[in-house]
């Protein structure tokens, strides 16, 4: 999917930028007026998440709430020309809504907020989530329609009507797309790992795991996250 490099490069490259802070601490973030429209437009998670982290001098957040915003502005400019504006648009908001979990995660670990309610809200962005990838896969349906795709939007149609039908088992899935592989899963590729090698080893600096303060957060979904999802209705997108 279009949005999943967006994804993969937060882990590793918006998060490096904190190396470079030092101790020097952001408190504001200054945005002109285009990046404002932008974001209310095609991002506003992210507005409110700084608007949160100002008030609160959550400093770490707001210089990666930096970070973020010039990568989404990217990832549109590469969408609207490989794309057009309407799937652009959708990459924007579901990349808003992950990095929206991801805060509430860290405000979790960190002891910003309690569980109960950080886990209700990362419930109700799951099922934004999966409203807004419906929303996409349906342009795209309709572009695969005219170019002759006929049995890719068929099989596009049937995962949309699995998502409605099945909504419990697709908010799983789709929390461990987003922030993990499932626990034999995980262990097969640790298994793996050890017989081929690591692709990537993070270095093992304490400031540097400081310095991810979003990107070291996880969530075991039945214990966390699958008692607020059964409070709401997955099948209304």
């Not at 409110?48 to 709430?65: D, G, Q, R, V, W």
């Amino acid at each position: 999917m279009l949005f999943r490099n967006l994804f993969a490069s937060f882990s590793v490259v918006s998060f490096l930028s904190l190396l470079f802070v030092g101790v020097n601490l952001l408190f504001a973030v200054d945005l002109d007026k285009e990046t404002q429209d932008f974001l209310k437009k095609h991002s506003p998670k992210i507005l409110k998440i700084i608007s949160e982290a100002e008030a609160k001098k959550y400093s770490e957040i707001l210089i990666e709430a930096e970070q973020r915003i010039e990568e989404i502005r990217e990832e549109y400019k590469e969408s609207e020309e490989e794309d057009g504006k309407e799937l652009a648009h959708w990459v924007a908001r579901l990349a808003d809504n992950f990095s929206a979990m991801e805060y509430q995660m860290w405000k979790i670990e960190e002891g910003n907020t309690s569980e109960a309610e950080g886990e209700e809200i990362i419930g109700e962005l799951l099922i934004e989530h999966l409203g807004l990838r419906n929303k996409m896969d349906t342009e795209l349906i309709d572009r695969l329609i005219e170019e002759g795709e006929e049995e890719e939007a068929e099989s596009m149609r049937e995962e949309i009507e699995w998502r409605k039908e099945s909504s419990e088992e697709a908010a799983h899935e789709l929390f461990e797309e987003l922030f993990g592989e499932g626990e034999e899963e995980g262990e097969e590729e640790e298994e793996e790992e050890e017989e081929e090698g690591p692709v990537y080893e993070a270095p093992d600096n304490e400031d540097l795991q400081k310095a991810n303060d979003l990107n070291g957060v996880s969530y075991e979904y039945k214990k966390h996250i699958l008692p607020t999802l059964t409070k709401y209705c997955l099948d209304c997108h």
